[in-house]
Structures are given as C-alpha cells and as structure tokens.
C-alpha cells in the first residue's frame, strides 16, 4: 500500500529505516535485527541506497524480503544522481515487479570517485526531476521526499531550500521524511515555516540515537556539527567521563525524550534511524508513553 494513504490510518506511527549490510554474510543477523523490529509494528520500513557504497541491487533484494518474507511495507530509497533514465527506469520496473509501492526519491550526493563532477549536463539534476520522472512513467508509485531542517549545505538560505523542498512535493512528493536532528524545536519551526508556505503533506520527523562517539564523529563529518545544536557538547563530556557506555546511555536517552516530546506535540509518527540495531531501538520505545 502506498505510504500516503496508510498515515491516516494510525496515529501515531512509527516507520524504521535501515541500511543494507554490504557483506552478504551477514544478512541473516541483519534479518534477524528486522525481525525483532517488527515487535513494534511499524506502519513502513525503509532501505536506503547508495550511500556508504551500497547497491542497489542490494536495496532490491532487501525490501522484496521485507515484503515477501516479513509482511513489511517497504519503501525503497532511491537516488538520481549521475544516472540515467534507463537503470532509474530497470529499477523502478524492478520494485513494481516486486509489488513494492514507496520510493523515496533522492538527488544523492555527487560521486567522490569522479573528478570535477558536475551536475550541468546530466540528466537528473534534483531530487525534483526525479519525482516527476516516477510520477509520469510510475503514476501508481507512493513517493516520499527528503526534507533537512538544517536547511541543504549546498543552499545559500534556509529559505532558499524551503523553496526546492515545496517545489518537490508539487511536483508529486507525498510526504517528507527529514534529516536527524537533536532539538525537537528545529523540526517543529521548519514545520511551521513550511505549512505557511501552503506545504500540507505529512512531514516525518528522523530520530536516530547516538550510541558511540564515532558514530556523532561521522554524523559531524557529513552533516557540520551544527546539526547536533548543543548536544554534541553533552556527547563530549559523557564520553570524558565514561566512555562509550556513557555516550550510549546519553544518546539512548535523549533520542527516547526527542520521540516523547514528538509525540507530546502531536506529530504524525516518528521515523527513527535503527542503525540496523534492535536493542537500542526497542529500549528506547519500550519508554514511550503514548498519552
Ligand atoms: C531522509 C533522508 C534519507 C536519505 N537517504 C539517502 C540514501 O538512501 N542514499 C543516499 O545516497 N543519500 C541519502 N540521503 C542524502 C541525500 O541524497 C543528500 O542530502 C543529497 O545531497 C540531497 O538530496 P535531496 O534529495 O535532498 O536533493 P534535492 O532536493 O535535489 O536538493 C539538493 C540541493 O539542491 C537544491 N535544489 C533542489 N531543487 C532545486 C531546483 N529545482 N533548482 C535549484 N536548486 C534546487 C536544494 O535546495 C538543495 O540545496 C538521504 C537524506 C535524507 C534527509
């Protein structure tokens, strides 16, 4: 079912995102992780694509499990980037195929294996160009958009980026999941500046806990440490004083308030980051209170 029409039909809902493990060796962990994930009956699962070197062969075979074998409904990340529209379209026909009903349509980051990439002459040059793309040759196909309350760091203002954002979902995108974030009160005001711009579609706010310090290195090193607001501070002091067990037990902790105060103000449902680990995430929503 496509994901736009099954958000009516439970509030709140929790979706789970998930990146596919390279080494095939270890998909049945990765399945066995799912599985346990799926104690919390989330509404939609996503897969992501690309990033980190991920196939999207890889991409295929894991949501086609998670639909066929898990009785998931999955959506599968895809990005345009440098690609044409014949492997988007082999893609595309290749979900359908496999009777998966939600993409969520990506530009991507430009390549680092290619020298002076530019996006002048390619095909695809934004995420938007790839919405209209799935939408005329896949009208059936839910869509869903990325949204980065942080704003783009290719953007020159946030307001700039709240443009492209509304410019996407006109042109077809359904929902937006967003970017994690660390201080609910970023989401709920790029939620406000976005209804007043007449952007009405459900916007999926991204939790993801911090459970070592190399993992808010890494998030720091891709998004800027402003994405963590004053919570990097906190990680840094935590991990002075007790480690990685420290920074685990504070990441656990502040992602379960960020999905309580969520849900406290009214949100649609919360799109938590898994890291493909069950326990972190079944501890933080065996805490929720759903009031
Ligand atoms: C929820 C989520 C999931 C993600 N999953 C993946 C994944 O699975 N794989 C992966 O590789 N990456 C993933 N990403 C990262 C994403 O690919 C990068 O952030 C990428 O740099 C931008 O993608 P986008 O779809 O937001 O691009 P766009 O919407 O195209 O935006 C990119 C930049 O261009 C601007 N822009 C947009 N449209 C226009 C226009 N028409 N004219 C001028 N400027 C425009 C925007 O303001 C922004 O600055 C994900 C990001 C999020 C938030």
């Not at 599985?35 to 949501?63: C, H, M, R």
């Not at 998670?66 to 988007?88: F, I, Q, R, Y």
Request: glycine content about 10%.
């Amino acid at each position: 079912m496509r994901i736009a029409d099954l958000i009516p039909t439970r509030k709140p809902f929790l979706s789970l995102e998930f990146f596919p493990p390279k080494d095939r060796d270890t998909w049945p962990k990765f399945f066995e992780e799912v599985e346990k994930l799926k104690a919390l009956d989330p509404l939609f699962v996503s897969v992501t694509y690309g990033a980190g070197g991920g196939t999207q062969a890889n991409t295929l075979d894991i949501v086609t499990r998670m639909k066929n074998d898990l009785g998931l409904e999955p959506m599968a990340h895809l990005t345009c980037v440098g690609a044409s529209s014949d492997a988007l379209n082999g893609f595309l026909k290749a979900i359908t195929e496999a009777g998966i009903q939600n993409v969520l349509a990506l530009r991507g980051d430009p390549p680092k294996n290619v020298e002076n990439f530019s996006f002048e002459g390619q095909e695809f040059k934004h995420a938007s160009d790839l919405v209209k793309f799935i939408r005329r040759g896949y009208p059936d196909m839910g869509i869903g958009v990325a949204g980065i309350p942080t704003m783009h760091p290719e953007s020159a203002s946030l307001a700039d980026d709240l443009k492209w954002l509304k410019h996407k979902v006109d042109a077809g995108g359904q929902f937006v999941v967003t970017q994690l974030f660390f201080e609910n009160e970023l989401y709920l005001t790029y939620v406000q500046r976005l209804r007043e711009m007449g952007v009405n579609v459900p916007i999926l706010p991204g939790i993801m806990p911090i459970l070592s310090m190399k993992s808010a290195e890494f998030i720091a090193g891709l998004n800027g440490r402003e994405v963590f607001g004053g919570f990097y501070e906190k990680l840094e002091a935590a991990f002075a004083k007790g480690g990685d067990e420290a920074v685990r037990e504070l990441g656990l902790a502040h992602a379960t308030s960020q999905v309580q105060g969520l849900l406290d103000a009214g949100v649609p449902g919360v799109h938590l980051y898994t890291l493909n680990r069950a326990e972190a995430c079944l501890s933080i929503m065996n805490n929720i209170i759903i009031r």
